[in-house]
């Protein structure tokens, strides 16, 4: 397949990839393509018009909900539930778990979790933000309104996984389990085209991305890594770079592009750290290890943990294996 190969051919032609579905796989995913074009138009043009700014309320997780997180959350509930291929969503932005309560959508097979518009703090000062998104089967019969044991899977269970990046360009980067390909929307004519085929992160990453204003807070280990990568030492890369967008998905996507390690440890204030198990961390880390990546806690991998809430917080260390184990070595000798 080349760069003309739309998300739509693609879908079509791996049809085969996706065990037992009957298409419905493929159409949630066209689903998440044609919600990413709607969101992507209005970020595009956010100075411009009046969906700036908060709206005055906050989610569950105590944060101010910026006009644009709310517009994209409508937007990919609505286009989930229009498409019926979801029996619920688990959203940043709902406090609990949305169901489709009717016919078509309790007879559908799959549950997905979203973070509609991570790192949207940046929208008002035009720096990249992304959507991230998490799908699995359902665990609990069809025909049956979801519970929230279909949200609280490990993240191994992933059927599929991926996030749009609206940034210079705007991509979908995902995974089914088979590899990571990210798609580029040629906005001329509103396709998605295979852009980066069979991503595979770097091994011999040397950019590092972490809030260092948390750095008082920080466990031993986290500080003693921050300085290796900070010394000089010629035969292994360093002092390595400092990249910190305060977007997940952006500095992930440079990350895998390039190589690189992205840390939201705990620390002594928040030993959870901030970032969400659910639609944050098992996307991010189901991508990396697809992409022949590592994502952690700093002592557990992320796709293995036992979710017991929907808005769960973990500790979260992802980028390329190496660097990944490096970082579990410092946490390690000085736990
Ligand atoms: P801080 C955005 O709110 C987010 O969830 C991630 O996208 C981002 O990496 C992180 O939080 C930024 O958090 O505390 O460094 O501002």
């Known amino acids: ?12 032609e791996r049809q085969k990839d996706f065990p037992y579905s009957k298409g419905e796989l493929s159409r949630l995913l066209s689903a998440i393509r044609l919600a990413a074009k709607i969101v992507n138009r209005e970020v595009n043009k956010a100075g411009l018009v009046d969906i700036l ?30 498409r019926g291929e979801v029996c619920g969503v688990a959203s940043e932005e709902q406090d609990s778990f949305v169901v489709f309560d009717n016919d078509r959508s309790n007879n559908a097979s799959y549950v997905i979790m979203i973070d509609p518009l991570d790192g949207s703090s940046n929208i008002d000062v035009n720096v990249t933000v992304g959507t991230i998104f998490s799908i699995y089967k359902r665990k609990t019969p069809v025909g049956k309104a979801v519970t929230l044991d279909d949200f609280l899977q490990p993240g191994t269970e992933q059927v599929a996984a991926g996030y749009v990046v609206y940034g210079s360009s ?95 440890p705990g620390t002594t204030i928040k030993p959870d750290g901030k970032l969400r198990l659910l639609y944050e961390c098992n996307p991010i880390a189901f991508l990396a290890e697809q992409a022949g990546g590592k994502a ?13 809430e929907l808005h769960q917080r973990v500790p979260f260390i992802v980028g390329n294996t190496t660097m990944v184990e490096k970082v579990e070595e410092f946490i390690l000798a000085n736990s």
Do not use: W
Request: glycine share 10%; proline share 4%; charged share 20%.
């Open 53 to 82: 700014g908060a709206i005055g309320s906050e989610n569950i997780q105590g944060e101010e909900q910026q006009k644009l997180d709310v517009y994209a959350d409508n937007q990919f509930m609505k286009s989930m539930e229009l």
């Open 170 to 264: 705007t991509m979908i980067v995902f995974s089914t389990g088979k590899g990571v390909n990210g798609f580029t929307l040629d906005p001329s004519i509103g396709t998605f085209h295979l852009s980066h085929p069979d991503l595979k992160i770097p091994d011999n990453g040397k950019i590092y991305s972490i809030n260092e204003g948390n750095y008082a807070h920080f466990e031993d280990g986290i500080k003693k890594y921050l300085k290796f990568c900070q010394e000089i030492d010629v035969p292994t890369n360093r002092p390595y770079t400092s990249r910190y967008i305060g977007s997940l998905v952006a500095d992930f996507h440079r990350n895998l592009l390039k190589g690189g390690i992205y840390l939201y």
């Open 1 to 12: 397949m080349n760069k003309l190969t739309t998300l739509g051919q693609f879908l079509i």
């Open 296 to 308: 952690t806690t700093g002592t557990q991998r992320i796709l293995d943990i036992i979710p017991k």
